[in-house]
């Protein structure tokens, strides 16, 4: 009986490390994602324009990606932002155009027209970093102003994640996707494009993570209901 109590007090205490363990990796994870954002407070190395209108961050009309040889095309994008481009039920706010599509090696400059009373961006992730700090171009557009930038695309076919940064207005239907070339497939929640899915890795944390503390937390639990049952067989025996 003593051996099976130590087997389950082991047992127990690996279901508490394990959960541990979970919970410590979930925080370094923040921890990391709050010390890169401390370290960059004002955005250090982005080049940034300011006015009335809004802000332009990392536009690039001249230099090109190192797998450009030369620009194959220039092309221009006008994308409305509001309240009147939401897509759908649910939704509160939307671009005009939800897809964008372009050739490799393309100069793309878009206007942003913002049509509500409140800010709205259009920020692209994943260009090459050499040439765009943090892989990213982005406008915001002041209530009722327009702004406009440009950069080039790599010759890599890819799909790249476009969306408003401000406090859910990407839940809420700010989202779109550029393809350059025809992309590598389509990115989740996209209006109009792609399903919805509640599990969209861009809104939830690092799904592993919380298996990892899920199996922790039954583990444990387990472990306790069957530490307890061994408890009262040997009171049962005294």
Same mark, same amino acid.
């Given at each position: 009986?003593?051996?099976?109590?130590?087997?389950?007090?082991?047992?127990?205490?690996?279901?508490?490390?394990?959960?541990?363990?979970?919970?410590?990796?979930? +925080?370094?994870?923040?921890?990391?994602?709050?010390?890169?954002?401390? *370290? %960059?407070?004002?955005?250090? =190395?982005?080049?940034?324009?300011?006015?009335?209108? =809004?802000?332009?961050? %990392?536009? %690039?009309?001249?230099?090109?990606?190192?797998?450009?040889?030369?620009?194959?095309?220039?092309?221009?994008?006008?994308?409305? +932002?509001?309240?009147?481009?939401?897509?759908?039920?649910?939704?509160?706010?939307?671009?005009?155009?939800?897809?964008?599509?372009? /050739?490799?090696?393309?100069?793309?400059?878009? $206007?942003?027209? %913002?049509?509500?009373?409140? *800010? $709205?961006?259009?920020?692209?992730?994943?260009?090459?970093?050499?040439?765009?700090?943090?892989?990213?171009? $982005?406008?915001?557009?002041?209530?009722?102003?327009?702004?406009?930038? /440009?950069?080039?695309?790599?010759?890599?076919?890819?799909?790249?994640?476009? $969306?408003?940064?401000?406090?859910?207005?990407?839940?809420?239907?700010?989202?779109?996707?550029?393809?350059?070339?025809?992309?590598?497939?389509?990115?989740?929640?996209?209006?109009?494009?792609?399903?919805?899915?509640?599990?969209?890795?861009?809104?939830?944390?690092?799904?592993?993570?919380?298996?990892?503390?899920?199996?922790?937390?039954?583990?444990?639990?387990?472990?306790?209901?069957?530490?307890?049952?061994?408890? *009262?067989?040997?009171?049962?025996?005294?």
């Amino acid at each position: 009986m003593n051996t099976r109590i130590a087997g389950w007090k082991g047992l127990g205490f690996a279901a508490l490390a394990l959960l541990l363990a979970g919970l410590a990796l979930a +925080a370094e994870e923040a921890g990391d994602s709050h010390q890169a954002h401390a *370290r %960059n407070p004002g955005h250090d =190395g982005h080049q940034m324009q300011f006015d009335r209108q =809004g802000m332009v961050m %990392n536009s %690039n009309s001249t230099e090109l990606p190192l797998n450009c040889q030369q620009l194959t095309e220039d092309v221009h994008f006008t994308v409305y +932002a509001g309240t009147a481009h939401a897509f759908s039920a649910g939704q509160v706010f939307g671009y005009s155009q939800h897809e964008f599509s372009v /050739s490799p090696c393309s100069r793309v400059t878009v $206007h942003l027209v %913002n049509e509500d009373q409140v *800010r $709205h961006q259009w920020m692209l992730h994943g260009l090459p970093r050499y040439l765009y700090p943090q892989g990213m171009f $982005h406008l915001e557009a002041a209530g009722g102003q327009t702004v406009m930038g /440009s950069f080039i695309v790599p010759a890599d076919a890819a799909t790249y994640l476009v $969306h408003c940064d401000i406090t859910q207005h990407m839940e809420k239907g700010m989202k779109a996707q550029l393809l350059v070339g025809k992309g590598n497939g389509n990115l989740w929640s996209i209006p109009g494009v792609s399903e919805n899915f509640l599990a969209d890795q861009e809104q939830l944390p690092d799904r592993w993570l919380l298996w990892l503390a899920m199996a922790g937390i039954l583990l444990l639990a387990v472990s306790l209901a069957r530490w307890r049952v061994l408890q *009262r067989l040997l009171q049962t025996e005294k």
